[in-house]
């Protein structure tokens, strides 16, 4: 019998065998896939006609993915490198007639508008998306923050007016309850979140030697 004999190339057969697409993720992310999931208010066991919880989620994480934090402001009129104060400069004040608003600077911090009665997670609860089934090591979990544009006078001088604030993809790696306040990593130009020597980020970058 010839007919079920392997052939030589098979590995190249099996290559040539397109059976269309996957819905497998190849590209690489240093975020746990579960940090994706919006949370739902539906119960696991569903009612005839109601969709099913995953349907409703993925239905939901989609139209999440719509949304761009910059887009919507813009809608609205604001400018996001204006939320950040800088330093009152008195010799650079512009003249009133060329002003649309008022000449004085921003001065109330975006905390005092801060509300967290409404959202669906709270702080520990977000970070702890993090953290995958089987998994000791706690990945970053994906979020956008406004950042300065130049990390180096971004960290010396926040408040510069030289800096240009944008909304940029970043990291979540910790909160501090003191302050209310997350420390977050930019993601790099594949959309990862490395370190200087290239390794992901866990744990909230605590090493081994603290």
Known sequence: VTQFRMPEDFKSVLDKQVVGPSTDTFTESDFPV?????????????LPGQSPRKVEEERRRRLYLT?????????????????MPRHYDPDNIPPIEETKDSVFPIYLPLKVFDNDEYDCRTPEEWISLGLEPGSSDRKPVPGKALLPTDDVLGHEDPKSQDLIYEWINVGVLDYDKKTELYLVHKTDKNGLVRDEEGRPILNGGITAEG
């Open 34 to 46: 579960q940090s994706f999931k919006p949370k739902v208010q539906i119960p696991f066991k569903r």
């Open 67 to 83: 949304f761009d934090i910059a887009e919507l402001l813009s809608s609205k009129g604001i400018d996001s490198n204006e939320l």
